[in-house]
């Protein structure tokens, strides 16, 4: 199975109608409080009180035309894959339309990371198969249309670099190696802008904080103008400031018509955005439809993971349980 070389790079693209249209729904669901993803899914009552998120899936599943004739930017079907002899994907089907926003919730182990790794071709499937734009993974090369954002790690590396520097790498699979043109070295500069970093773009990398690091891995994604991105736990370990910084970047990224798979605990601030979810319990799907609500300690202010609870507290974490 292929595995690209630099998968946090992607092109431009157009904005149609009907991503006018979802960013104009995207605005008016803005105003609903964010939820935790540990849970129940919502009921219809709640659907039909004004959810955009829902409304939007329901349109989806009701027959838009344009949604339903186009082959989707994402497609597994029965993937299975596993870690050493440890089987962690059991057969797993999900999609992803195009401008769709799609979130893999779950508990810890229970196979979201694997998911994506396998999409983007890091983690070979032992059966089933993968899809990007129609195309089998296999044969699949055009990864400047994907953009990838690894579970929270940091921007360093061996060599010193500054933040224009780690984001400029983005732009690999457009360049090939040459020289940055100026289209290259706007669209970096957009990048680190969009993720609030701009005055500082000439630090080392070094010198950020861990919500810092993880705006620039964003941005080194975002430089190529990705037309999927992927991304492995954002919000992870981030602090509120960059998780809001965060959130605005997506969203603009969205209303421009993006698709994005993102790997969550919660959705957070990313609530309004999320058109559905997929969520996994021991590498298998339990859910695909309307983002689930979150109960008990997961829909508590500051509750950003899923995790054991102490001894005495009601574990009700539905779906993800």
């Given at each position: 199975m292929n595995r690209p070389a630099a998968?946090?790079?992607?092109?431009?693209?157009?904005?149609?109608?009907?991503?006018?249209?979802?960013?104009?729904?995207?605005?008016?669901?803005?105003?609903?409080?964010?939820?935790?993803?540990?849970?129940?899914?919502?009921?219809?009552?709640?659907a039909a009180s004004g959810d955009g998120a829902a409304e939007r899936t329901r349109a989806h599943d009701a027959g838009d035309p344009g949604k339903t004739a186009a082959a989707p930017v994402i497609a597994v079907r029965g993937a299975t894959a596993t870690l050493g002899s440890r089987p962690v994907l059991r057969g797993?089907?999900?999609?992803?339309?195009?401008?769709?926003?799609?979130?893999?919730?779950?508990?810890?182990?229970?196979?979201?990371?694997?998911?994506?790794?396998?999409?983007?071709?890091?983690?070979?499937?032992?059966?089933?198969?993968?899809?990007?734009?129609?195309?089998?993974?296999?044969?699949?090369?055009?990864?400047?249309?994907?953009?990838?954002v690894p579970q929270r790690t940091t921007?360093?590396?061996?060599?010193?670099?500054?933040?224009?520097?780690?984001?400029?790498?983005?732009?690999?699979?457009?360049?090939?190696?040459g020289w940055p043109t100026k289209a290259d070295r706007a669209a970096v500069g957009r990048a680190i802008e969009l993720v609030g970093l701009a005055d500082r773009a000439k630090d080392s990398v070094s010198a950020l904080s861990g919500g810092q690091h993880q705006r620039v891995l964003i941005a080194r994604a975002l430089a190529a103008e990705p037309e999927l991105l992927i991304m492995d736990e954002p919000m992870a370990g981030v602090d509120l400031a960059s998780q809001e910084i965060l959130a605005a970047t997506l969203r603009e990224q969205v209303a421009a018509g993006t698709t994005v798979l993102l790997v969550l605990h919660e959705l957070g601030p990313l609530e309004p955005l999320i058109d559905r979810a997929v969520v996994l319990r021991d590498g298998c799907v339990t859910h695909d439809g309307p983002p689930p609500r979150a109960v008990g300690q997961h829909a508590l202010p500051g509750h950003d993971h899923v995790h054991p609870h102490a001894a005495g507290e009601p574990l009700r974490t539905g779906l993800l349980t």
């Open positions: 998968v946090s790079e992607v092109p431009e693209m157009a904005i149609s109608a009907e991503s006018a249209q979802r960013a104009a729904a995207r605005q008016d669901a803005t105003t609903r409080p964010a939820t935790g993803a540990g849970s129940e899914p919502r009921d219809g009552a709640d797993i089907d999900f999609h992803v339309r195009s401008g769709e926003v799609v979130a893999l919730l779950g508990a810890n182990g229970s196979g979201k990371s694997t998911a994506v790794r396998s999409v983007i071709g890091q983690i070979p499937l032992t059966a089933g198969e993968i899809s990007l734009f129609s195309t089998p993974l296999r044969r699949f090369r055009d990864w400047s249309r994907v953009g990838y921007a360093e590396s061996g060599v010193p670099a500054t933040v224009r520097e780690v984001v400029s790498a983005g732009r690999l699979s457009r360049t090939r190696l």
